[in-house]
C-alpha cells in the first residue's frame, strides 16, 4: 500500500519563501503523476501543480505560475514543491498526491488520485 508524507510547512510572511517535501514508500515511484493540492478554510481542495514520471513536463495552477516549482526525484522517491513570493492567499493545507494516469493533465481534478498524502500547514503573514 503506498503512502505519501508531507513536511516542510510553517509560518512565512508574504514575499517570503518555503520548500515543500514529499516522500513515497510502497509504490513504483516513477510511474505515478505527482502533483500538488492545496485546501484553504471553507474551500475545497485545489490543484497546484503537477509533474509527469520523468520530470520533464509540468503543469501549474495560473495563480503560482512564476512562483512554484515542481521538481523530483525518482531515486529518492521524493517530489517537492518550491514555493517563492507567497502570498497570504497561499495559505492552507498542501497535499502531495499520486496518480497513475496516462497524461499530466489527468491529475489536475483529483478524480484519479491513488494516494493522498496527510497534508502540511502552511501559513502567510500579511
Known amino acids: 500500500q503506498g503512502q505519501l508524507v508531507e513536511s516542510g510547512g510553517g509560518l512565512v510572511q508574504a514575499g517570503g519563501s518555503l520548500r515543500l517535501s514529499c516522500t513515497a514508500s510502497g509504490m513504483a515511484f516513477s510511474t505515478y503523476v505527482m502533483g500538488w493540492f492545496r485546501q484553504a478554510p471553507g474551500k475545497e481542495r485545489e490543484f497546484v501543480a503537477a509533474i509527469d514520471w520523468s520530470g520533464s513536463t509540468t503543469r501549474y495552477e495560473d495563480s503560482v505560475k512564476d512562483r512554484f516549482t515542481i521538481s523530483r526525484d525518482n531515486a529518492e522517491n521524493m517530489v517537492y514543491l518550491q514555493m517563492n513570493s507567497l502570498r497570504p492567499e497561499d495559505k492552507g493545507v498542501y497535499y502531495c498526491?499520486?496518480?497513475?494516469?496516462?497524461?499530466?493533465?489527468?491529475?489536475?481534478?483529483?478524480?484519479?488520485?491513488?494516494?493522498w498524502g496527510q497534508g502540511t500547514q502552511v501559513t502567510v503573514s500579511s
Open positions: 498526491a499520486a496518480a497513475r494516469v496516462a497524461t499530466i493533465i489527468s491529475i489536475v481534478t483529483g478524480e484519479w488520485v491513488d494516494y
